[in-house]
Every structure is written in structure tokens, then in C-alpha cells.
């Protein structure tokens, strides 16, 4: 027996040598188990981000295409101002790199069209034919949902993924006919470099990114200079409409074989038998868990950005579905805000990555201070973010969180001693009234945010059906103004000004009426802000220029005496470049002589841009033309900065004449603008002249002309009533 007990105390350091090498190598295997464990969690954390910035870039096409195609809805299938719209959404989707619009599938419009006119006339179902061996818009047209398409080579050069819009008019029986195609097209490198891929693959990530045909086969579009571990890799698969992308991610471990130092510990380990022996007892529950805890982290940060901790782009989604189906069931509102930064990019741009990355947690942090438990915050991506609200019904409260939203985050931040400003624009959208699925919610906040965005950013907007109808009537007199200028409806009406000395007529200011043929005649207060707004104003105004010059040419063909006419330029008009081109080619056209016909801009627009203005009105005056300047007194024009002007006439603003009688400045003030205007050789007019005490104090200042409902009204027949007026 004893020699039995010594035995296996001789073999207990052997015993003990096997157990801890056993346990040693169970402890290193389950440590890389532990690694595999941090390396996928990181592979899962910046494959979704990638994925993420993949989807953002063709959704936001696709949103691109839907506002194209609804503008044609809009305006029953005309296209109109085609290339001011595309350049809103540039503005506001700098990742595009085209838009454009092909009725019947032959492309008609692009924008920009530099670069792009070998894609001009061109049927899309031949080029889709000539690539594919079938056309992949026939698939969008029969679905009537927008889809993407490609990777596709462009006939202007470079290959591009193309989001395709089918556009369906409906005719007066409610029935939808197929009108064309609204298409976005972002180049397959501007995608691919949006993301992170390169810089990965630097770190020793290897990644393919590829898409899936029709046919179930495979074609890269970008991969790593170094294969993909075929045997261990993560596969990511993105939610694109119309095409099937896949991006494959792995990160080989070096592993070697066990060190001396390993081996020395172990044997170490192994004399320290009851150390040995606690340790074995404990240590492998210890790892266990650990990878437990690892793989729970994993879970975790396969739904919450990686930079904020806020919930992400997948994790917001499939809240925002049970919202949904909850607010539904209950009969409860809730609410999506849809945020982004304004400008992020150039200010991004002027910073290092550390001090964006630091902003953007700043204003993380700021948002989700404000919100609280009323709702999720979320950060979609780059400098989007979102706010699911619970509850809704309380429509004042989501503006004021919004309107607090708005001012929190334009505080000054600090960053390395530098105080950095940005603001944001919020789109609103109420669930389920605004939509019952989870597609029509998104679309619907993202184009609120467009919305608020139009409107000078730094603003929230609501996805309003009330404010739909609005727009509507908006272009429902929008499409009457261009019938209107199409069917000849609008009139001349002339106001008479006289010279106040002799009483004589000396011209005319030309102010335009609607001569609409249900409401009757319509004076501009009824339509000239709408004509501003969508750009008519310009067709407009070169209208009543045009007809001006025809009321010229009228006259001296009637032998009567030659009357100026005085025409109203609008802002827009200004800042078009090829305003006095326009101008010399009407000349021309009428045989109008240019010293019968002056410009009236007002003082405002010209303190805008001095420069400019000066530019403009001189070579306007080497057409002939003559050149006044109306509401003179509330532009605050300096005495040095009005002689750069080269101007005719003066007009002084009717608010310092209907108070002469009364306001002892208003007479001080108009004393000095006709002196002011003498010393530099203009002439005077005074708009607004009521009562007779009005025109002596003018008469006795030395104004040279006024008009006024004293001295005659507007008239619209220049051959009769002009000739027979006279002031009263």
C-alpha cells in the first residue's frame, strides 16, 4: 500500500504537468475563440456601416427620381423648369451625378447636360438591350415602383447604377397611361469610394463586393488587392430595390504556434500544483462566459452606430415597423423626425476626422438630452439623424421639440479652441396618418425634409396633405399664367406722368393687368408674388417689354406724338445674364426706337449688387435705353455711391410724398433727394401725388414730373385718354 502511495505521489507532478498543459491548451484555444469572437464584432460593426453608406447613396437616387417623376405628375405630364429643379436636388443630393427625364423611354432631358449629350435622344430600351440582352426598365414599368438598375456603362462615358422612376398620368376618367421614365444616375465609383473599403483593406480586411444577375450569377464590382478568405468570411446583403448586392468581409488572424515563453509558463504553472488546480477549476467557466458576453456585444452593435451608441439605420427600421402596426391598433399617433445637418460636408471638410466625429457626438448628445424617454434617437448614417416620438398627439409639442431641436443644436461647439456653428433642417411625418408602411413613412419624411430644406434650411416642415392642396392651387395658377401668357390675356394699362411746371404729358409708366377670362381683370397684386415664385415672372417681364415696344411702334405709325414708356424690371429678370441680349433682340424685332423706352429698378435691388448693377444698367444704356430708378429713399444710397449710377431719372418713393403735409422730415428728406438729383443732372418724378397740396409743395421743390391719382389714373387705351388727359 505504501508503495502504492508513493507511486502516485511520484506521479502526481506528472499527473499535474498533463493536466495544466491540457488546461493550458483549452485556455489558449478558447482565447482565440475570444479573438475570433472582437474580430467578427468588428467586421459586423464596419461591414454595416458600409452597407449602410451603399444604401443611402441609391436610396437617395431613388428619392431623386420620385421628386423628377412627381413634378411631371404635377404638371399633367409638360415638363417645366426642368433644369431649376434638377438643380435643387443637386444642391441638396450632391452624390448624383445626372438627372434626367425620357418620355416614352427616349431621353429627352439631362441635367447637367455638359458632358452628357451623347446620352440625348437616346432609347433607353435599345442602350438596356444592347448591355443586358434584355431591358431592365421594362421590369420597373410593370412593378410601377421605382427601382435601381445596373452596374450599367453610360454611352457618355464610366459605368453608373441608374435609379428608374415609371411616370403614369392619369387622363380625366382617372385612368394611369404610362408617360416615361424619371432616372438618377450615380457613377458606380462615386459609390463605391463613398465607402470605406480602400482604407479597410490598408488595415488587412480583404472584401468583394459584388452583385447578383438575373441568372443567380455573380459579378464583382470591387474587391482587395488580396483574395477573400473563402473558408471564413461575413456576408452582407443590402436592401436595394431592383438590384441584389452582396459585400463579403474577412480578416485573417495570424496564428502560430505556442511560444517557449508559453510553454515555460505552462511547466511554471504545472509546480504550482494547487494553483494548478484551483486555476483549472475555474478558468474555463471564466471564458465561457466571456465569449458569452462577447457574443451578446455583438448582438448589441449589430443595432447601434458604432460612433454615438445611438440606435442605427436597421434598428430604427424595425422599431419603426411595430410603431406602425402598435399606432394602428391602438388608434395613436406617433411621429418620425427626419434630421440632417446643413452643409455637414463643407464643414466637414474643413476639419480633421477626430474633431467631426467629435461634433457629431456633440450633437448626438444634444439630441438625445431634449428627447429623453419620449422617444428613439437614431443615427441613420453620416450627419442623419431621426426621432421615433411614442406619442403624437400633441401636435404643438413636436413643434416645439422641434423648434428646440433646432436651436439646440446651432449653439456653438467647441472643438480645440475653435467654435464651430451648423444648423439643421427637420422633415415631419405622422404615423400612421401619413402612412401605413414603412416605405411610404420614409419617403414621406425624407420629402419633408426636402421641403424644409427649399425653405432656406435651418427649419422643420410637416408632411402635410393641407399643404399639399395648397401646392396644388399654387400650380393650379401657375398652369393659368402660362395659358394666359400662351392665349394673349394679359393687357397694358398706362399711368400718365406730367411735368408738373407746364402740365404737359411727358410719358408713360406701363403696369400690366389679367384679363382673366372667369375672374374678370385682375391687377398684379392677384398674381405677381406666384410669377416671382416659379420663375414666370421672367417670360413675364420680357411680355410686357416686348408688348411696351409694340405700343411705341403703334403710335408712330399713327402719326401721333411720341410718348416714353417707362418698364419695371423684376429681381429675377436682373440676375438673368442674358438680360440685355433679350432686350436688343426685342429692339430689334419691333422696330422700336430704344430712346422711347426706359427701365424702372428699384433702389433696393441695386444696393444689393453695386458692382453688378452698374455692369448691367451701363450697357443697357449703350442700347439706347433710358434708365430710372423707382422707390428712391428706402435703398439708403449714398450720394458717392448714386453718382457711380448710370441713370436717367429718379422716382421718389410715394411713402415720403403722401405725408409732405404732414411730416416735416418726409419734406426735409424729398427737398434733398430733388437737389441731390439736379446737382448730378437727372431728372425728378414723384409717384403717389393725392391732393393738390401735395403737388405744390413738389411744384415748389423744383420736382421736375409726378403722376398720381391727382393727375390721372391708368388708363388702357394710350390713343385716346392718354392724348386728352391732363392733370386736374
Known sequence: MAGLISRFHKLVPLWAFIIVALAGSYWISLNQQVRVQEQNLAMQQLGSAQVSILEKRMRRALAASYILGQDVIRHHGAVEKFDELAAGIFSYMDEISSLQLAPEGVIGFIYPLKGNEPAIGRSIDQLENKIFGYSPSQNVIQSASAKMIGPMPLVQGGVAMIARNPVFIRDDN????????????????????ATALESMAAQGYRYRLCYVDIHGKTHPIAQSAVPLNQESYMEFDMDIPG???????????????????????????????????????????????????RTAELKQHAYFDFLTGLANRRLLQDTLQQAIGTHRLSKSRGALLYMDLDDFKRINDSLDHQMGDQLLKTVSERVTSLVGSRGVVARLGGDEFAVLLHDASDAPAISQLADALLQQISQPISLRNRQISVSASIGITLLPDDGDNLVDILRNADLALYEAKKQGKNCYGFFDPVLQHDINNVMQVEEELRLALSDGQFVLHLQPIFCL?????????????????????????HFIDIAESTGLIIPLGYWVFHAACD????????????????VNVSANQLKERDLVVQFERILQETGAPAALLELEITESLIMEDMDQAVLLLEQCRKLGLKVAIDDFGTGYSSLAQLKKL??????????FVQDLTL???????????????HKLDLDVVAEGIETEEQFEILLNYGCDMGQGYLLGRPVADPFVALDQATPR
Request: glycine share 4%.
Open 551 to 566: 405700343k411705341v411702334v403703334e403710335r408712330i405709325k399713327a402719326d401721333l406724338p411720341a410718348v416714353p414708356l417707362t
Open 501 to 525: 411746371q407746364s402740365r404737359a404729358l411727358k410719358k408713360c409708366e406701363v403696369l400690366i393687368r389679367w384679363q382673366h377670362p372667369e375672374r374678370g381683370l385682375l391687377f398684379p397684386g
Open 663 to 677: 411730416d416735416h422730415d418726409d419734406r426735409q428728406i424729398t427737398a434733398a433727394i430733388i437737389a441731390m438729383a
Open 243 to 293: 438590384v441584389s448586392w452582396k459585400l463579403k468581409l474577412s480578416h485573417p488572424l495570424p496564428v502560430g504556434a505556442l511560444t517557449v515563453l508559453a510553454y515555460m509558463l505552462i511547466l511554471l504553472l504545472a509546480l504550482i500544483t494547487a494553483w494548478v488546480t484551483h486555476r483549472i477549476s475555474r478558468e474555463p467557466e471564466r471564458l465561457r462566459r466571456l465569449v458569452q458576453e
Open 646 to 655: 448710370p441713370v436717367d431719372t429718379l422716382k421718389v418713393d410715394r411713402s
Open 174 to 193: 382617372g385612368i394611369p397611361h404610362f408617360w416615361g421614365l424619371a432616372s438618377a444616375v450615380v457613377t458606380l465609383s462615386e459609390i463605391v469610394n
